[in-house]
């Protein structure tokens, strides 16, 4: 059974930086897609970075563009998200994501297994 367990989440003054961590469990996942994601209260999960565990390519949205790096650590199953220059709008659960696929998805309902979530509070 796959599992995907993030930590690292927490508060942070504006300006600040914090690395998210998502260790997978349950297969080999040499062919997925992790993605990470955040949702804001009353708002829709939205998609933040993607990369798959093979390659170098990588995706994000433009509002973390040279803030946010997701990176993987194959040996230890790991993928991580480091943020830098936190902003009070960056503040939501993050969720790790992950797709068996040769693509890079970036919606939320092309993913098949999902963590629970780290709060990441920014205060201006």
């Known amino acids: 059974q796959v599992q995907l367990v993030e930590s690292g989440g927490g508060l942070v003054q504006a300006g600040g930086s914090l690395r998210l961590s998502c260790a997978a469990s349950g297969r080999t996942f040499g062919s997925d897609a992790m993605g990470w994601f955040r949702q804001a209260p009353g708002k829709e999960r939205e998609f933040v970075a993607a990369?798959?565990?093979?390659?170098?390519?990588?995706y994000y949205r433009d509002s973390v563009k040279g803030r946010f790096t997701i990176s993987r650590d194959n040996a230890k199953n790991t993928v991580y998200l480091q943020m830098n220059s936190l902003k009070p709008e960056d503040t939501a659960v993050y969720y790790c994501?992950?797709?068996?696929?040769?693509?890079?998805?970036?919606?939320?309902?092309?993913?098949?297994?999902w963590g629970q979530g780290t709060q990441v509070t920014v205060s201006s």
């Open positions: 994501a992950a797709k068996g696929s040769l693509v890079i998805p970036t919606k939320v309902r092309e993913y098949d297994y």
């Open positions: 990369m798959r565990w093979s390659g170098s390519m990588t």
